[in-house]
């Protein structure tokens, strides 16, 4: 049995990317920003490297929907999922774990995993 306590294991995360000519946030990032055609570089040797952006935390649902059918192993009637814009005006869809969603409520955004 391996104990994996011994590793500094973080919480999931989502990125965006900032473009570091412009200041543009995209997600998912593109190679070249549609703004400055600054381009993008993952090893950041060749051109600028840009920042990461957490998405997460506070943000407004835009406009959701109830999923009946359902793949297999799912014991449940329906799921919800829905768009949500976040403070920086980026936006990003995903599934919602509230009873009663209402297109405007405001959500507190985080990364988990859905089934395993």
Do not use: H
């Amino acid at each position: 049995m391996v104990d994996f306590s011994i590793y500094d294991i973080k919480e999931p995360e989502v990125y965006a990317y900032k473009c570091p000519d412009c200041g543009t946030i995209y997600y998912p990032a593109p190679m070249v920003c549609s703004k400055c055609s600054c381009r993008r570089d993952t090893s950041g040797v060749i051109f600028s490297s840009w920042e990461q952006v957490a998405m997460g935390g506070k943000c407004r649902l835009l406009t959701w929907t109830r999923v009946y059918n359902l793949p297999e192993g799912f014991d449940v009637k329906y799921l919800l999922f829905g768009i949500v814009e976040f403070e920086n005006g980026l936006r990003a869809s995903g599934r919602l774990l509230v009873d009663e969603p209402e297109t405007g409520m405001e959500l507190e955004a985080k990364v988990g995993v859905i089934k395993e």
